[in-house]
């Protein structure tokens, strides 16, 4: 996935087109608004076709007219342009595209197929799935060509979901990116997002850079967040953790697990907490930030115990891995969200174990979010952020390497040491170096690789 704008509003298809009716209340007219997303397409089209032979495949609504806007501003700025067409257009101003379009027009089951592809079929009006002989005609025609340029969205591709659709290289995202440019497996390729000066407003966007300050000058180890890990049966993803948080922000982290154990860090301190009690009389201090609870506690009655001691304490609250599943159904009931705030990190697994999610993964995480009270941090190829107010970030272009182990002991422990160290927007900004330390990684990434990759964001927040 392509390295999206920051901060850009993601809206459904619903809102894109309210916001385009107020630009039509406002005095634009519907060919105006369709001229300038062909302005937009052919810049880009001219730039990456690079003088080869482009064909434009319109269908007969507004997408095509889009193609139809594009194809004729392509000609006349000298380019060698084909459009294949779907069929007569319907949308009137794509009517009025396809009759200022003059060049060499063929239907599109008997089109020649050229080095350069411009889908231009459907967009966010794909209302069924195409019919065989279209379907036949346009494999034929993208499987010969070397570049796949989707107008919009890939056509057929399900603009709140991302699922379904052809296969493209790039996507030209049309006025704002919609839940399908940021959802869904790769087949949207890089996403370019040309604006067409549509005003917009959503709760929801893609991740914005987060602002990162250094300590302030009076800071002790103990204000700048004291943080305590309940560790478990499996010791590493403790340490994974903890170590994430020191090396992410927290001043005083504090390893608690049920057997004597040591070894590097060494800056970690290491506290035996041989049951349940004695984890609720470690608990039982005002200074503690923020409590981590789940990577690698197990699923046993020592870790239902231990979870209970913690749900009880008053603090602030990062949850993951195994506390998740042991919550299940029962986590709002459970967390108690009047009194402090709470982070869950689920994998799909574990938010399904939770929540009964409806429609998309942004939607189904959003009513997760309203539904417990708690800041939900929905993880995947596309980590989905919701919070309870309703406000959602998508954190979708982060390196496919982090599907591997311990990767998400590394975020929790990151989420749960902004949260301890008063950051506004831990989750947000844990996401982020998450996503930036992988990068630096770069290919083969392991988890313990990715901790002394943080440190360094923290210096330089805009690398
Ligand atoms: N978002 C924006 O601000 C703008 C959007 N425009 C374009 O307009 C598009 C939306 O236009 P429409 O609402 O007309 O929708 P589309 O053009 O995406 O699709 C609707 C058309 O396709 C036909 N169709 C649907 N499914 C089909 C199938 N399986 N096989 C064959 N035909 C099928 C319908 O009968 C209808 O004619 C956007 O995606 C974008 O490309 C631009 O023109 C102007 C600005
Ligand atoms: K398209």
């Known amino acids: 996935m392509s390295r999206l704008p920051a901060g850009a509003p993601i809206v459904t298809a619903a809102q894109m087109r309210a916001a385009e009716e107020a630009v039509f209340a406002g005095g634009a007219t519907p060919l105006a608004l369709m001229e300038r997303a062909g302005v937009a397409v052919a810049r ?5 076709a690079a003088g080869r032979p482009i064909l434009v495949l319109a269908g007969t609504g507004g997408n095509g007219g889009d193609g139809y806007a594009a194809a004729r501003l392509l000609r006349e700025a000298g380019c060698d342009v084909r459009v294949a067409s779907l069929g007569p257009p319907t949308h009137p101003a794509a009517m009025t595209m396809a009759a200022r379009w003059t060049g060499p027009t063929w239907p599109l089951a008997s089109a020649a197929s050229a080095p350069v592809v411009v889908d231009a079929l459907l967009g966010i009006g794909a209302a069924r799935p195409f019919a065989a002989e279209p379907a ?6 993208l499987a010969l060509a070397d570049l796949r340029i989707a107008v919009d969205l890939p056509s057929g591709r399900d603009p709140g979901t991302g699922e379904g659709g052809i296969q493209a290289d790039v996507t030209i995202a049309l006025g704002a990116l919609k839940p399908a440019h940021v959802l869904g497996d790769d087949r949207a390729g890089h996403v370019l997002l040309a604006d067409l000066s549509i005003p917009l407003a959503s709760d929801w966007s893609t991740l914005s850079r987060p602002t990162l300050r250094p300590p302030r000058r009076e800071a002790t180890k103990f204000t700048r967040g004291k943080l305590v890990v309940v560790g478990g049966a499996m010791a590493g993803a403790g340490v994974l953790a903890a170590s994430a948080a020191l090396h992410g922000g927290a001043g005083y982290v504090i390893l608690a697990e049920p057997e004597r154990r040591d070894g590097a860090p060494h800056a970690l301190v290491r506290r035996h907490v041989a049951d349940a009690s004695a984890l609720a009389t470690l608990l039982a201090d005002d200074g503690i930030g923020a409590v981590l609870v789940g990577p690698g506690l197990g699923r046993d009655e020592a870790a ?29 009931a459970r967390i108690g969200t009047d009194r402090r705030r709470v982070f869950l990190t689920p994998h799909g697994g574990e938010f399904s174990r939770m929540f009964t999610g409806h429609g998309s993964k942004i939607a189904a995480t959003a009513g997760a979010a309203a539904a417990s009270g708690a800041t939900v941090i929905h993880k995947g190829p596309a980590t989905v952020i919701a919070d309870p107010s309703g406000r959602v970030q998508v954190a979708a272009d982060a390196s496919s390497w982090l599907a591997s182990a311990g990767t998400g002991d590394v975020l929790a422990g990151l989420v749960a040491a902004r949260l301890a160290a008063g950051d506004e927007h831990p989750a947000e900004t844990a996401v982020w170096l998450h996503g930036r330390a992988a990068a630096r990684v770069g290919a083969g990434l392991i988890a313990d690789a990715m901790i002394p990759a943080l440190s360094p964001l923290l210096d330089r927040p805009s690398t």
Do not use: C, K
């Open 136 to 141: 036949a005609a346009l494999d034929r025609l």
């Open 44 to 48: 880009q089209v001219a730039r990456l």
């Open 304 to 332: 239902q115990a231990q979870l209970a001691v913690v749900l009880a304490s008053p603090h602030d609250l990062v949850i993951d891995g195994d506390a998740l599943t042991l919550l299940g159904r029962e986590v709002g």
